[in-house]
């Protein structure tokens, strides 16, 4: 799992929204684990996951986002979002979820993006493991939505540090640059996992850009 859940974790999680203001791009952390979800459970259905990581934005908002293994839904991911986080313990992180983030093909787009369905929701999340040390034993989470429908999350790690990353601060972006820039940023992670050769990266990112209806950022 470990390639396919670093590659798509970054290309499709890195678009967190808030409630009502649409989606944001100022994602300032992230974390991407590797190893296996034991049980993802959205509103009575049983996943298996693609891909798990951690976002962090400047707002103040966490994320544990799932990339869902759903082979009628390319798209379908979910996250538990937070703004109350603590540690009881060096090695614990807990994340108090207001909200669930829902994503599938068949949501409206924004700036090209698919924007998630918000559901405000009460719930938890507990880590095991320290983002100082990069070392994670699992995750899990549990939510309830206000329609009563609930969601959960069991992922055991395989032992591999997790892949973290702080982002440098600098001025945001247009919302027209941020939406190419997170484009390019999916297109070219898609081009990875496909295990597209370096020499063809860019006629495929211009295809993928193409076929999403963006064009490429000429300053990129």
């Known amino acids: 799992m ?17 409630a009502v203001a649409g989606p944001v791009y100022d994602v300032d952390m992230y974390a991407l684990m590797s190893g296996t979800c034991r049980n993802v ?32 839904d390319n798209s379908h991911i979910i996250s538990f979002s937070g703004e109350s ?3 009881t ?5 807990e ?26 929701s009460t719930g938890s999340c507990r880590q095991v493991g320290s983002f100082v040390t990069r070392q994670v034993s699992s ?19 395989d032992g591999s540090p997790m892949t973290l990353r702080k982002l440098r601060q600098a001025a945001l972006p247009t919302d027209r640059q941020r939406a190419r820039q997170i ?16 020499r063809d990266t860019a006629a ?6 193409g076929e999403d209806g963006g064009k490429p950022a000429g300053d990129q």
Not at 49 to 64: D, I, M, P, W
């Open 2 to 18: 470990s390639r396919l859940a670093r590659l798509l974790a970054a290309a499709i999680a890195l678009w967190p929204a808030l």
């Open 139 to 157: 995750i899990s989470c549990n939510a309830t939505d206000q329609n009563g429908r609930k969601y959960e999350l069991n992922f055991e790690s």
């Open 85 to 87: 986080v603590g540690k």
């Open 89 to 93: 313990q060096d090695n614990l992180f």
């Open 183 to 198: 484009a390019q940023l999916e297109c070219r992670l898609k081009a990875r996992a496909a295990q597209i050769l370096p």
């Open 204 to 209: 495929f990112v211009i295809r993928c850009l």
């Open 95 to 120: 994340l108090a979820v207001d909200r669930m983030l829902l994503k599938s093909k068949d949501r409206p787009r924004v700036d090209g993006l698919p924007s998630p369905q918000v559901e405000m």
């Open 41 to 72: 459970n959205v509103a009575g259905r049983n996943y298996t996951c693609k891909a798990v990581a951690y976002f962090h934005t400047q707002r103040g908002r966490s994320e544990f986002t799932v990339v869902l293994d759903d082979p009628a």
